[in-house]
């Protein structure tokens, strides 16, 4: 089913003629608005309708997550503050998150995506979806909101966690959908088999739409078998609306990239040099239709590839394969990104702990830091310590808006390394 | 009078911890008084009273522990019923706020030590209602 049939399926040709046009404007937009870009133009001697075909892309420079930083917090606006209608933030790495701006046409434009995604698993207003992402800052789970409310579904904006509601919501208003990470799919699946709870029997779940985290197939797999449904994949970050971006359709196979939206590359994460089809790299994206706030070329550093064969499903829009890796050192834990310089940051914050820390991912979704007290930080109260450890667990909480487990360590125990200290240990099984 | 000083040792909470703390102390020839461990999850902390408690701290310094001395109250305890009530009571009745305590006894005499936040005021108090205050040698010699 098609939420958009004539825009899913139009010939490649006639897309890409949409891609030029849309991005001659975009450019045109923020070679005319944004102080940002301008410069970065006149650095490289462009005139802004030097992009005269969708090659000419090329010459423009990249947007990176430093660019963001260095332009918060409105620097990349592209329209009058009054004509903003939303403010998402995404976690940065220096203390300041990286804002994003979005207009009336940006955020109902966000909908219409998501809706096609919607569709395009055959969800129809019949459905009840029930949104366990959390709600807030993040794009997670507004704009799946949204959507949902576009095609005319019953939205139960859950939010995650206390999992005897999500149950309560599911036997009594006959949940079909869930919008949910898959350590908590995991979670929740877990939880209702120790309830007694049979989903194929007691629930009418039909379809998981999971995202926010990477997984495996094979996990995807093990979702399916204990929730008995199917588990679409998504694709999305906040820099391009949220979810939206790219969805799996009723083949399960690749998640389909709104191309008249986002123009895709690939590029080596070292090199920036673009890399053909089918190989993989880093997923670099140019904004078409945003209006308060387009990018251009901005650099993921999501690791995918492209599908470069057709879909049977008869989208002309292309599919990226699972992302399988980040380009630099973010983490995702329970659906929240995390750079380990924020954890760096709130412990350089306290004076009893040293500045050696390790950050251990385990089971579904455990996180625990380890920090070395510092020399002058033991007065040889086991009760103090407790309390700074406590204290420290709630200063990382309100810094990654998520509350790790904390291990104090004495001084000099954490392995050190030549060169770049590894910071993270990743051993769960998603 | 010299004050009465704990030795206390930060260790992770597993098996071999409190041995590798002990034999750095039997390696410099210390004798141990008493010994506690608090535990809570993930860590403990160790604590010594010793006969040469400047060298014990040095020496597991030296070797890497995480130390830190921190100073205490030692009362002489009649060693018969009532001993500990009469010290107690006197501990309640002058307000003195005990934040961590431990007793022993050895030779027929008993000690109570005593960790306060204010450990100049308590001395003071305590001195004068006629309680006998032990010095580190004395408390040695029990």
Redesign the interface.
Known sequence: MFWNHGIETLERSALESLQLQRLKSTVARVAGRVPFYQRQFAALGLEPNAVRSLTDLGRLPFTTNEDLRATYPDGLLAVERSDVLRLHTSSGTTGKPKALFFSAKDIDNAAELMARCLVMTGVTREDVLQNMMTYGLFTGALMMHYGAEKIGAMVIPAGPGNSDKQLLLMQDFGTTVIHVTPSYALYFADFIEKRGVDPRKDLKLRKAFIGAEPYTEETRGKIEAALGLDVYNSYGLSEMNGPGVAFECECKAGMHLWEDNYIIEIVNPRTGEPLPDGQTGELVLTTLCREAMPLLRYRTRDITSIIPSPCPCGRTHRRLNRITGRADDMLIVRGVNIYPQQVERVLMGLPAVGRNYLILLQGLDEMTVKVE?A?GG?????EH??HL?SDIANRLRAEILTKPKV???????LPVSEGKAKRVIDTRAL | MSAVK?V?V???NKPGQLAKTTQVLARADINIRWVTI???E????I?FLVDQCDLAWQRLKQE???????EVLAIEVADRPGGLHAVAECLGRNQINV?NSSGFVSHNQAVLLIEVLNIDQARAILSEQHLRLLSQEEVMAV
């Open positions: 007290l020399e033991f007065d040889g109260q086991v310590l407790v450890q291990e104090l360590v004495a001084p000099g125990t | 704990l206390s930060f260790a992770e608090a535990t809570t993930g860590f403990g902390v604590r890497g522990f995480t130390v830190s001395l921190t934040e």
